[in-house]
């Protein structure tokens, strides 16, 4: 199962469902509050005079529908996208009746066509804003030349120039296009960060319960030695005293070796799960192996091996933390999925740096997505690697991961295979530097011991 998978990703019509229709009614009632205000004031303060009857008719439209989903639909009712959709397109079509009969483009409140096209940006997906994006293009355009002009007490009719009529209008038309984009990528990607920080925090409970079940099982070993010691010591007992009954002699000993079975089992266990409970912190070369090792056996060679500039050095004790486990692990698996038969992880270390690098023969990073290597959810899935499947969620994963211990990260490309030289086989595809500053991951107390041996 891949990361993704994990978490059950959702396309942009699935969250168009967490849309709740009450949200949508309240907005609507607010809107209609501000269209009967405006109307008022109009009449009262300015002396307009706009054809209250057909005016009064379209809000009164709103206020109808608004009432009839009231009491049709549950409160709780979740707006599919279609359903979505055409709650939008009906708040577009009743303002734009309100502005043909109030002025048109001269009325200044011709620019909240806006807020449908937007909501739809942020919930629903591209077709569905481009539907309302384009139906409000429409009918901005059609009301700059067709709409009953908005009158004075006395008659006289209240228009803006020709020139900033059509200002209005283009600045109305660009705003819808551009806002449009603007809120639909921005909302992409905040949803996208946020599933892929989801399968992040999913990763790591899942290591740290795995790293938790050794100490469990060393407490289970610990607890059922007792009543084990106490069944092998009850059935020798029964099989001496059974001796001259054959059958219930053998029963006897059979449960005292099965007794003797689970105590070895238990211990075997319980010193796997003493283990892991105690090594809270590990020579480098154990983690970057544990991390390394469900990989090992793929079909494809691991190399794990020391730099050159190590020698002569201790190796460090670092902290065995989940994230630096299931991160290099992550790592590793890329460069499994794509070498074409041997991946190489190197570490290497300094009085201030350890460090850890993963490489492979297989075909690297494709260039121009080099700087975007990191980010979840690729839009193209062979964006990242030739005949890549995933979408970068893994990557990502063990970005997050290894960040969160202090770690910095680099993405690079070996030697290219054209000019590799034969007979010298090498890292020709991707490379993968991890660097952690000494102080960020080294175990408390002295990272170096007696019983670490020296780098030959």
Known sequence: MTESSAIGLLAPGERSQWIRLRTLIWLRWVAITGQIVALGAAYAQFGLRPPLGPVCAVIGAAMIVNLAAIFVYPPNTRLTRRGALKTLLFDLVQLSALLFLTGGLNNPFALLVLTPVVISAMALGQRCTLILATSAGVLITVMMFVFLPLENARGVEQNLPDIFRFGFWAAIVIGVAFLSVYANRVTSEINSMADALLATQMALAREQKLTDLGGVVAAYAHELGTPLATITLVSSELAEELSDDPDLRDDAQLIRQQADRCRDILRSMGRAGKDDLHMHSAPLSAVVTEAAEPHQSRGKTVIIEDAPANSGTRQPVIARRPEIIHGLRNLVQNAVDFAASTVWVEMQWSDHHIGVRVMDDGPGYAPQVLERIGDPFMRKRADTRPGYEGMGLGLFIAKT??????????????????????????????????????????????DTAENLPMTP
């Open 401 to 446: 991961l290894l960040e969160r211990t202090g770690a910095e990260l680099s993405f690079a490309n070996g030697r290219d295979p054209a000019h590799a030289r034969p007979g010298d086989p090498g890292p020709t595809g991707a490379v993968v530097e991890v660097i952690w500053t000494r102080s960020d991951i080294a175990a408390s107390g002295p």
